[in-house]
Every structure is written in structure tokens, then in C-alpha cells.
């Protein structure tokens, strides 16, 4: 398994525009976030933790939640201010804007 990261720095962002959503959006830092092995025993024990009707997982020493801070601190995005701006876009323009993108 390769993360998006890897992907990411493999084959780099194809368009300026997308690049520019993308940093404009302050997620830069995830796709910069790279890893080549996965724990599968650790994910699946996190799954069979993790309760929907609370979002804490349950753990013999007692429940625990995830804050945004632990997210920032985590992942190193900002949580503050506004997450994202953009501008609307009706139908067919976006539909241009696809397919210039994907040079079709």
C-alpha cells in the first residue's frame, strides 16, 4: 500500500490550478505525509475500537477522543480561520474547466 503522499511526490501535482485549490485549502501539509508500511494488526484493532455512536474509541484503560488539536498537532494543519473559499461555478463552465484540465 502507498499513501498519497508518496503519490504526490511521484507525480506531482499535473496542473497549477488544482495545486493552487489544493494550498489554498491549507491541506498542503497531507499530501506531504508519506509512508510505505502499514501496521495492519494496529488498524484493525483501531476499527474494532472505535465507537460510532460516541466517536471515541474504547480501550481497557477507558475511552478516548480525538480533538481537532490532536488533528493539528497530528498533522500539522491550522485550525484556525476559515477552512476554505472558493467561488461558485455553474454547470457548464465547470464542465470547461474539467475538460481543459483533463485535456480532453
Known amino acids: 500500500m502507498v499513501s498519497h503522499g508518496r503519490k504526490f511526490n511521484k507525480f506531482r501535482i499535473p496542473c497549477p490550478q488544482v495545486y493552487a485549490i489544493v494550498e489554498n485549502s491549507r491541506l498542503l501539509p497531507l499530501c506531504r505525509i508519506a509512508y510505505e508500511v502499514l501496521d495492519k494488526g494496529l488498524i484493525t484493532a483501531s476499527v474494532e475500537r472505535w465507537y460510532r455512536d460516541t466517536n471515541s474509541f474504547h480501550l481497557p484503560v477507558g475511552e478516548m477522543t ?16 476559515q477552512f476554505s473559499t472558493y467561488d461558485a461555478l455553474n454547470h457548464n463552465l465547470a464542465k470547461n474547466m474539467l475538460m481543459e484540465l483533463l485535456g480532453t
Open 66 to 81: 480525538i480533538t481537532l488539536d490532536d488533528v493539528s498537532s497530528i498533522l500539522h494543519l491550522p485550525i484556525v480561520g
